[in-house]
C-alpha cells in the first residue's frame, strides 16, 4: 500500500480551524489562549508488519492526541482509506470542542488506520488489529488513564473487543485494564446503550430542536417531528439508528438513503429495518425493492427535504452543491459533512445547520458512562434498582389504602420498576443532549454576533476549555 496515493486531510483540518476561528472573533479571548487551544498536543505515527496470507504487509496508522487538559484523551479509531495524519488531527480537535460541549471531562484524541477492512477477512483484521493496540500501547497512546479510545468508521465493537484483550494481556496487574477502550461488547465490559447512541443522540437532539418553537419557526418549519421528511446519506452505525429511531418512534419519513453505490428514494418513507437487511445481504442498497434507485447519490443529497442528516463522510457538502442544498435544516451526524465554504453559503441561504460537535456526541456521552461503570466495576442501578421497585411498590400500596380504590396497571408498571442499566444511560445521554442544545441557543440568541448555532457551539467550547487552561496557568 503506497502511503504516495493518500488523500490529505489537511482542508479538513484548516475546515475546523476556520469555524474555531469564526467564534474566537466574536469571543474576548486572548488569541495566544486560543492559538494555544487549536494546536495538536501530539502525533504518532507507526507504520508495521503484518503477515497475510503467507507475505508481509505494511500498514500505516495514526493517534492524534488534540488536548489534554482533562484525562484521558477520548475518540475513535477508523479504518479506511481517507485516513491520513492530518484527517486524525481534524478528528482530535473536533473531540476536544465536542466533549467540552456536552460536559463530558474528557480531551479529545483521534486515530485511523490506513486500511479497507473490506478486503481483509476476520482472523487477518484481528491480527492486524492486535498489533495496532501493542504499537500504541507500548508508545504511550492508549491507556485508561491517558488514552482511550473508541469505535468509528470501519470499526466496532470487535475490534474494541480486540483492543481490550491485548491490552489486558499487555497490562494484566492494571486493575482498570478494561476501561482502556469504549464501545465493547456488553460481555466484555461494555455498557447497554453504547452501540446505538450516537445515533441515539442525533434522535434526542432533533427531539429537543423541535421543543424550542422560534427555532422550527427560523428554520422554516413547524410542529414535531411528526410527517417530517428527512434524508440520510449512509446507514452504518450512526446513520441506521438515527434513521430508525426517528422513523419508528417519532413518525419522522426517511425519503431517501444515500449509501456508497447510490442511493433508494422513497417519497412515502423508506423501511429502515428491511433497507439495512438488504445491504448486509447485498452490500450495498441497489435491486432494494422499496424505493427508487439512484445511482447518482450525490444528487439526492440536493433533494427537497425538512431535514438532511449526513451520517458518512466528512465534506460531502462543499462550495459546488451547497447552492443546491434544498433541506431546512442539516444535522451534522458524521464529522466534518460541511466544508467551511459551504458553510458560509448555507448560512447566506438560511439553512440551519446543527453542528457535527453537538450532533454525534451522544457516542462520547455513553462510552464516559461506560469508562466510569468500568473504573467502579459495576454495572449502573445494580445496587438501587430493587430498592427502587419495593419503595414504588408502597407508593401503589398507600395509594390503595389512601384511595380505597385500585390504582391502574400502567401507573403500577411505572412506579414500581426501578431502573435498569438501559434507562439510565438514556436518561444520561437525554439529558447531556438536551443542556448541550439549550447552552448553545442560548448563546446564539443572546450575541447577535453569533450568527449560527456552530460558532455558538464552538464559543461555549473555547470559553470551557480556556478557563481550564487559565485556571490550572501555562507555563
Ligand atoms: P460506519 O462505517 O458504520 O458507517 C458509514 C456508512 O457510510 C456505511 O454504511 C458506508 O457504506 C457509508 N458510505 C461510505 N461511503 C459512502 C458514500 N460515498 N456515500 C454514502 N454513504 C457512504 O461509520 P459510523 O460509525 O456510522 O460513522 C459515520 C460518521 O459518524 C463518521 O463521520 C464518524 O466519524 C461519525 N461518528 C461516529 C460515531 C460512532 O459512535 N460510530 C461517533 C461520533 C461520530
Known amino acids: 500500500m503506497s502511503t504516495a496515493s493518500m488523500p490529505s486531510g489537511l482542508e479538513f483540518r484548516q475546515s475546523v480551524d476556520h469555524m474555531v476561528d469564526r467564534a474566537v472573533e466574536v469571543m474576548d ?21 503484518v503477515k497475510i496470507k503467507g507475505k508481509i504487509e505494511m500498514f500505516t496508522g495514526w493517534r492524534a492526541v488534540h488536548s489534554i487538559h482533562r484525562l484521558p484523551s477520548k475518540g475513535g479509531i ?27 471531562p474528557f480531551g479529545g484524541s483521534k486515530g485511523g488506520l490506513y486500511i479497507d477492512p473490506k478486503q481483509y477477512t476476520r482472523d487477518e483484521l484481528q491480527m492486524i488489529t492486535r498489533r495496532f493496540t501493542r504499537e500504541l500501547a507500548k508508545k504511550g497512546f492508549l491507556s485508561p488513564s491517558t488514552n482511550v479510545p473508541a469505535p468509528d468508521v470501519g470499526t466496532g465493537q470487535r475490534e474494541m473487543a480486540w483492543i481490550a484483550d491485548t491490552y489486558k494481556h499487555l497490562y494484566p496487574t492494571d486493575l482498570n485494564h478494561v476501561a482502556c477502550v469504549t464501545g465493547k461488547p456488553v460481555e466484555h465490559g461494555g455498557i447497554r446503550g453504547r452501540t446505538e447512541a450516537t445515533g441515539r443522540g442525533v434522535q434526542y437532539t432533533l427531539q429537543e430542536f423541535f421543543r424550542h418553537k422560534e427555532e422550527v419557526k427560523d428554520a422554516s418549519m413547524d410542529g414535531s417531528l411528526e410527517g417530517k421528511n428527512i434524508i440520510v446519506q449512509g446507514l452504518g452505525n450512526v446513520g441506521y439508528y438515527a434513521a430508525k429511531f426517528l422513523s419508528e418512534e417519532d413518525g419522522a419519513k426517511i425519503t431517501a438513503v444515500i449509501e456508497w453505490d447510490g442511493a433508494i428514494i422513497n417519497p412515502d418513507g423508506i423501511h429502515i429495518e428491511e433497507l439495512r437487511y438488504h445491504i448486509n445481504d447485498n452490500g450495498g442498497v441497489k435491486g ?188
Open 29 to 49: 479571548l486572548d488569541i495566544d489562549i486560543a492559538n494555544a487551544i487549536k494546536a495538536c498536543t501530539s502525533v504518532l505515527q507507526v507504520t508495521f508488519p
Open 78 to 104: 477508523r479504518y479506511a482509506t481517507s485516513v491520513d495524519q492530518y484527517e486524525v488531527e481534524a478528528l482530535a480537535a473536533l473531540m476536544s470542542y465536542k466533549c467540552a460541549i456536552v460536559d463530558v
Open 288 to 475: 432494494f425493492a422499496g424505493g427508487t434507485y439512484e445511482e447518482d447519490g450525490t444528487k439526492v443529497l440536493e433533494m427537497e427535504c425538512d431535514i438532511l442528516i449526513p451520517a458518512a463522510l466528512e465534506s460531502v457538502i462543499h462550495e459546488e452543491n451547497a447552492p443546491n442544498i434544498k433541506a431546512k435544516l442539516i444535522a451534522e451526524a458524521a464529522n466534518g459533512p460541511v466544508t467551511f465554504e459551504a458553510d458560509r453559503i448555507l448560512r447566506s441561504r438560511n439553512i440551519k445547520v446543527l453542528p457535527d460537535a453537538l450532533m454525534n456526541a451522544g457516542g462520547v456521552v455513553v462510552s464516559y458512562f461506560e469508562w466510569i461503570r468500568n473504573l467502579t466495576h459495576i454495572r449502573f442501578g445494580r445496587l438501587e434498582r430493587r430498592f427502587d421497585e419495593s419503595k414504588g411498590h408502597c407508593i401503589v400500596h398507600a395509594l390503595k389504602e389512601m384511595t380505597g380504590r385500585d390504582v391502574p396497571d400502567y401507573i403500577q408498571d411505572n412506579l414500581a420498576r426501578g431502573a435498569d442499566e438501559f434507562d439510565l444511560v438514556r436518561s444520561g445521554l437525554d439529558d447531556s443532549m438536551r443542556l448541550a442544545l439549550q447552552a448553545i441557543i442560548d448563546t446564539h440568541n443572546r450575541n447577535e454576533k453569533i450568527e449560527d448555532y456552530r460558532t455558538a457551539a464552538y464559543v461555549i467550547a473555547m470559553s470551557k476549555i480556556s478557563r481550564s487552561y487559565l485556571d490550572i496557568g501555562i507555563y
